[in-house]
């Protein structure tokens, strides 16, 4: 069974519910370079707010974005990333595929509500978003995108609830079935404390890199490069309630439990967003 922070997809949902009925954004410049998607007015400010955590212009850089490129998101959430990815994309060409939590995975109906306030939300501004494609990844979903197509794959902290589901593995091989040759899968994930010993359930919500690496190695992909754009060192990893007592889910009190209003965030605020592994895997050119 999938368990998403109920907080995160509550605050996801309505917000992109607030954007149904508003009007296309007339004077938006299309952005021709990923800096100005970043820059764009259409961003909310809650968004922009995190762009000093998760870093998308470097993030974007460094796993190679092209203009006109074929892009598929898996798990895109609210879109946060979306609302970047899918104007440029849109501006120059190319094509966005997003691989939403597959239907009837999450029993909880914030799930569906978010998918479809997603879809209704980049359908009725496809003149800014483009033709966002809306597929599907879970446990027995089919192709994410046409086999062969993309040039960029994005796992964005999705990785832990994979392998909570079991489906990590899967995952991994359905990128590398819907990449082209030469094509690059991104992964950023919350990092485990090196040294220790991999929490397969990632219960915690960290992941040990050693251990992402080799699941994209055994589903063959290559490893062409690490990076410590999203690093925080100020993360000690040790919270109450694994990674989600940090910004930006805050939780204070187990998951499905009222908020405490007691708990002291203080320390936790002061920690920001989580360590982050930001890796770049490829698809060879010649694959078996």
């Known amino acids: 069974m999938i368990h998403l922070s109920r907080r995160a997809l509550l605050i996801g949902a309505t917000a992109l519910a607030s954007c149904r009925g508003r009007p296309e954004t007339p004077k938006a410049k ?66 966005l595929y997003a691989a ?3 239907p009837g995975a999450s029993p909880d109906p914030a799930v569906s509500q978010m998918i479809e306030a997603y879809r209704t939300k980049y359908a009725d501004k496809s003149k800014l978003y483009g033709e966002v494609e809306v597929t599907a990844f879970g446990a027995t979903s089919g192709p994410v995108a046409p086999a062969g197509s993309a040039g960029l794959i994005l796992f964005l902290r999705n990785l832990h609830n994979w392998m909570a589901a079991g489906i990590a593995e899967k995952a991994f091989r359905d990128a590398f079935l819907a990449l082209k040759p030469g094509g690059v899968l991104g992964v950023e994930e919350h ?8 929490d397969l359930l990632a ?8 251990y992402a ?16 754009v999203n690093a925080n060192p100020k993360d000690t990893r040790d919270h109450p ?18 908020a405490d209003p007691a708990f002291d965030r203080a320390k936790y605020d002061a920690i920001g967003e989580s360590d982050r592994m930001t890796l770049k895997f490829v698809k060879p050119k010649q694959s078996a």
Do not use: C, M, N
């Open 30 to 95: 299309p952005p021709k370079t990923v800096a100005e998607a970043v820059a764009g007015s259409w961003r909310s400010a809650a968004d922009r707010a995190r762009d000093s955590w998760r870093h998308p212009a470097e993030s974007l850089a460094f796993w190679g974005l092209k203009p006109g490129a074929t892009v598929v998101e898996f798990w895109p959430g609210s879109g946060w990333y979306t609302e970047i990815l899918a104007p440029f994309l849109a501006a120059t060409g190319g094509k």
């Open 100 to 102: 939403h939590l597959q």
């Open 191 to 198: 990092r485990a404390a090196p040294g220790g010993v991999p």
């Open 203 to 210: 219960e915690s919500g960290y992941v040990d890199q050693a």
């Open 213 to 228: 690496i080799r699941l994209g190695q055994e589903a063959g992909f290559q490893l062409a490069a690490t990076s410590e």
């Open 241 to 258: 309630f694994g990674v989600w007592t940090l910004p930006p889910v805050r939780r204070s009190s187990p998951r499905g439990q009222p």
